[in-house]
């Protein structure tokens, strides 16, 4: 396996640290530093600032057999796609590609369930774009004749980005909107989904979210009852300081099945809830660390 993996962050670092070890590795990240840091042997490390075709990039893609991008659009452009695309499209030993979105495609429902059946209504330019790019690289797929996954990430939490974290710091909130649920992921479950999708060079659309969506009050309630503090007083939603980034996610309400893991995949999430995943990361004191 030549496998490549395009913004190499905290969600790609933990499935790697998962996966069978590949015969070679490509990494990107923005910053040449950090690219030169994460080169040895049987990995490469290379700097992409999402605008540049680079030599080196092309070499790597047109080498790869399996290619996973967790590279958000910029200005509703897919920036891979926009530089390399031609590149994977030649890539003549290419068996799998993969790429990380959002369950945000699937916009306000008013709390109703959805699945990969579900068509997309995306309520903002963010989730547009997003839906866009899931489209080429489906399109990309098949042009190129290979499965393509396309996986839809709920909130994603773990080691060193979880409520732990926010009491911890003074940050946590415990915003209320009646009716408000979100649906979870904890960043191992992530892993071991892409693992075995890579596996079985699976291809579609996979939901990777818990299942069991709940509010987020709660969520910092739970967090703050095992570290033994009090939580943070209510907030209504309609005063709360929040960022345009932060409001524009409690404009949208749905609950995801997340059906195709389980069927298509054969995966058992290891953290069902966020109270199993929670306990687990304050249990083994691993909340503050995101190696």
């Not at 990777?208 to 967090?223: I, R």
């Not at 099945?257 to 966020?274: M, N």
Request: charged share 20%.
């Amino acid at each position: 396996m030549r496998l490549v993996i395009l913004g190499y962050g905290y969600t790609a670092r933990r499935i790697l640290a998962r996966l069978p070890r590949p015969v070679h590795v490509t990494l990107t990240v923005r910053d040449p530093a950090r690219a030169e840091a994460l080169t040895r042997r049987a990995t490469q490390g290379l700097a992409f600032d999402g605008e540049t075709r680079t030599p080196a990039l092309t070499a790597a893609l047109r080498s790869a057999t399996h290619v996973l991008s967790s590279i958000p659009p910029r200005d509703g452009v897919d920036p891979v796609l926009a530089c390399h695309g031609a590149d994977l499209a030649a890539a003549p030993g290419l068996e799998w590609l993969g790429y990380l979105t959002t369950t945000g495609v699937y916009g306000h429902r008013d709390g109703a369930w959805v699945d990969e059946t579900t068509p997309v209504s995306p309520t903002n330019a963010r989730s547009a774009a997003r839906v866009k790019a899931e489209n080429d690289w489906l399109a990309l797929g098949a042009a190129a004749r290979v499965p393509a996954g396309i996986f839809r990430l709920a909130g994603i939490y773990g080691p060193g980005r979880n409520a732990f974290v926010k009491l911890a710091d003074g940050t946590a909130h415990r915003i209320v909107k009646p009716g408000q649920v979100f649906n979870r992921i904890h960043v191992d479950d992530i892993a071991t989904v892409l693992g075995a999708a890579i596996a079985q060079t699976a291809g579609g659309l996979f939901d990777v979210a818990d299942g069991h969506p709940a509010p987020p009050q709660d969520v910092v309630t739970f967090a703050a009852s095992l570290m033994g503090v009090a939580p943070p007083p209510e907030e209504p939603f309609e005063t709360a300081r929040l960022s345009p980034m932060a409001r524009s996610f409690y404009a949208t309400c749905c609950r995801v099945r997340a059906r195709r893991i389980r069927e298509s995949l054969g995966v058992t999430l290891a953290f069902p809830d966020y109270r199993a995943g929670l306990a687990a990361l304050w249990r083994d004191d691993n909340w503050r660390d995101e190696a």
